[in-house]
């Protein structure tokens, strides 16, 4: 094994996996294989209410069920986020100390939206809102008044370039374009931006590989991971499978794994989603193993697949 190359599934238990998040597990598993790199299992169980224990179980039984192995991870310890709490309070003490973190007490439902990974096309919050502006002494007046805030993230007002593996260079500018991001909810959960960039630090993961709406979060992870003093991961994402209705998502349950399940073999499903995003010409089955031989990124899409 290449232990230079770290790679990692990050699913969410919150619903039953879809094609879309297969069609992700499957190229990071065959990112991180033909590299001979170390796969992690890591449980993105940060919002407690919508993860569910049903769905973790589902999840890892879905991916030995295609032959989508990994080397280390859930439920091993600390591989879920839900108990690297102490890590994400660490990190947090660090950017509050350089003030890179303000306390927000902007509207609630913006705050318990911050905690899943963005949608397509979904603004964080606003850019800038006023709690930005207050001065340290006002922040700690409100701070002493009793309502929680949430805390934002001081995103930076400069032009960060990711080099995706997969889209090629990609530039933002965090501040102007997606604006503040809430790292922390005011109840006391972190929130994605920050685990994510904590996780993929703390356990040395090389190889991000992950859906293309993910895209637009790199710039703020790839800062953030070097703003805590490391190095960025490489990130290559993935096209998304759409259909009529946009993007497909868990909390629609569309084409859910458990339907998917009832119909066809391991092979039948892994042939249908090379073919899909381009790794094979016909829709015929295939094994993990087998599509291993003669992976490439070259012959995966860029534009993403519409499915009815
Ligand atoms: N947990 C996220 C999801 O299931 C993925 C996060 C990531 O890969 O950075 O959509």
């Given at each position: 094994?290449?232990?230079s190359?770290?790679?990692?599934?990050?699913?969410?238990?919150?619903?039953?996996m879809?094609?879309?998040?297969?069609?992700?597990?499957l190229?990071a598993?065959?990112d991180?294989?033909s590299?001979g790199?170390?796969?992690?299992?890591?449980?993105?169980?940060?919002?407690?209410?919508r993860s569910?224990?049903?769905?973790?179980?589902?999840?890892?039984?879905d991916?030995?069920?295609?032959g989508?192995?990994?080397d280390?991870?859930?439920?091993e310890?600390d591989?879920a986020?839900?108990?690297r709490t102490?890590l994400?309070?660490?990190?947090?003490a660090l950017l509050?100390?350089?003030?890179?973190?303000?306390p927000?007490?902007c509207?609630?439902?913006e705050r318990?939206?911050?905690?899943?990974?963005?949608?397509?096309?979904e603004?964080e919050h606003?850019?800038?809102?006023?709690?930005?502006?207050l001065?340290?002494d006002?922040?700690a007046t409100r701070?002493?008044?009793?309502r929680?805030p949430a805390?934002?993230?001081?995103?930076?007002?400069?032009?960060?370039a990711?080099?995706d593996?997969?889209?090629?260079?990609?530039?933002?500018?965090?501040?102007?374009?997606v604006g503040?991001?809430?790292?922390?909810?005011a109840?006391?959960?972190?929130?994605?931006?920050?685990?994510?960039s904590?996780d993929?630090?703390?356990?040395?993961?090389?190889r991000?590989?992950r859906?293309r709406?993910?895209?637009?979060?790199?710039?703020?992870?790839?800062w953030?991971?070097?703003?805590?003093?490391?190095?960025?991961p490489?990130?290559?994402h993935?096209p998304?499978?759409?259909?009529?209705g946009?993007?497909?998502s868990?909390?629609?349950?569309?084409l859910?794994t458990q339907?998917?399940?009832?119909e066809?073999?391991?092979?039948a499903?892994l042939?249908?989603l090379?073919?899909?995003?381009g790794?094979?010409?016909?829709?015929e089955?295939?094994s993990a193993r087998?599509?291993?031989a003669?992976f490439s990124?070259?012959?995966?899409k860029?534009?993403?697949?519409?499915?009815e």
């Open positions: 094994m290449n232990t190359v770290v790679g990692r599934f990050a699913p969410s238990p919150s619903g039953y879809h094609m879309g998040n297969l069609l992700a597990m190229l598993w065959l991180c294989r590299l790199g170390e796969l992690i299992f890591r449980l993105e169980d940060l919002d407690p209410a569910k224990p049903v769905y973790s179980e589902a999840l890892a039984a991916l030995h069920w295609l989508l192995d990994w280390r991870g859930w439920p310890e591989y986020q839900s108990k102490a994400y309070e660490e990190a947090f509050r100390e350089r003030g890179l973190v303000y927000c007490w509207s609630r439902s318990l939206a911050a905690a899943s990974a963005p949608q397509p096309g603004a606003d850019r800038r809102c006023r709690c930005a502006r001065s340290l006002e922040q701070l002493q008044s009793g929680p805390w934002k993230l001081r995103c930076p007002d400069a032009q960060i990711v080099e593996g997969h889209y090629g260079r990609f530039i933002q500018n965090p501040a102007r374009e503040d991001c809430i790292v922390r909810r109840d006391g959960v972190f929130a994605y931006q920050l685990a994510v904590v993929d630090l703390r356990m040395g993961v090389t991000v590989v859906g709406d993910l895209l637009a979060s790199a710039p703020r992870q790839k953030l991971i070097e703003t805590l003093g490391g190095t960025a490489v990130y290559c993935a998304l499978l759409i259909d009529g946009g993007k497909l868990k909390r629609l349950g569309s859910s339907a998917l399940r009832a066809l073999s391991p092979e499903l042939g249908r090379a073919f899909l995003c790794l094979r010409e016909r829709d089955p295939a087998e599509l291993l003669d990124w070259d012959r995966v860029t534009e993403d697949i519409r499915i």
